[in-house]
Structure formats: C-alpha cells, structure tokens
C-alpha cells in the first residue's frame, strides 16, 4: 500500500521557519557568548584576587 505524503499545512511557509530558526539561534548564541565573557572575567578577577592575598 502506497502513502501519500499530506501537503504542508497553509500557514506554514519552510523559508520563514528556516528564518525563525537562525534567528533564535543568534539569540542563543550572543546569550552564551555573553555569559562566557562573564565568566571568564570572574574567574580573571578571582586570579588576580590570589595573587594579592
């Protein structure tokens, strides 16, 4: 028995989702870009701290 594959619904356009896609990802990616920084300057600090005790 052959399956017929069901056409996308309408309000559901590949190249807009594709969009919405790489756009969270961006978002994502400069969020974590952003706490590593963080980090890495805390522990920066936290070195620096040893160093004068």
Known sequence: MEEKASP????????????LTL???????ERWEADAERVWRRREEERRDEKTV
Do not use: A, D, N, V
């Not at 996308?8 to 969009?19: A, F």
């Not at 756009?23 to 990616?29: K, M, S, V, Y």
């Open 8 to 19: 996308p619904p309408q309000g559901c356009s590949k190249p807009h989702l594709e969009k």
């Open 23 to 29: 756009g969270i990802t961006r978002i994502l990616g």
